[in-house]
């Protein structure tokens, strides 16, 4: 039960960052974003992947749910970096733009 619960957990998570993704791509503009917040999150997502390799390592791995978590972390932190990535673009769009004015 508590992979279910794991599993549903990070794949709300995961369908939250294409909306986020695709807001910072379409908006051009780092405004309304934090990176710090970003960070944090990747780390957590880090602790999380960890997590889970100790437990193949351990021989704790039971069940397709517990890999089924297991690659939703890899897609959010794959997620989070493109918009960890966006973030950057945008900041550089803001200061090219800043530089016109």
């Known amino acids: 039960m508590t992979d279910l619960l794991e599993a549903l957990m990070i794949i ?3 369908l939250s960052w294409p909306v986020s993704i695709r807001k910072s791509y379409i908006s051009r503009t780092a405004k309304g974003k ?10 957590g997502y ?3 992947i960890a997590r889970k390799i100790i437990q193949i390592n351990q021989g ?4 397709w749910l517990f890999y089924m978590g297991f690659i939703f972390y ?6 989070i970096t493109i918009d960890m990535l966006l973030y950057a673009r945008n900041v550089r769009l803001d200061k090219m733009a800043e530089e016109q004015k």
Do not use: P, R, T, Y
């Open 12 to 14: 709300c998570f995961g």
């Open 34 to 43: 934090s990176l710090f917040f970003e960070v944090f999150i990747w780390v």
């Open 46 to 48: 880090v602790f999380g």
């Open 60 to 63: 704790q791995a039971e069940g």
């Open 74 to 79: 890899i897609l959010n932190i794959a997620e």
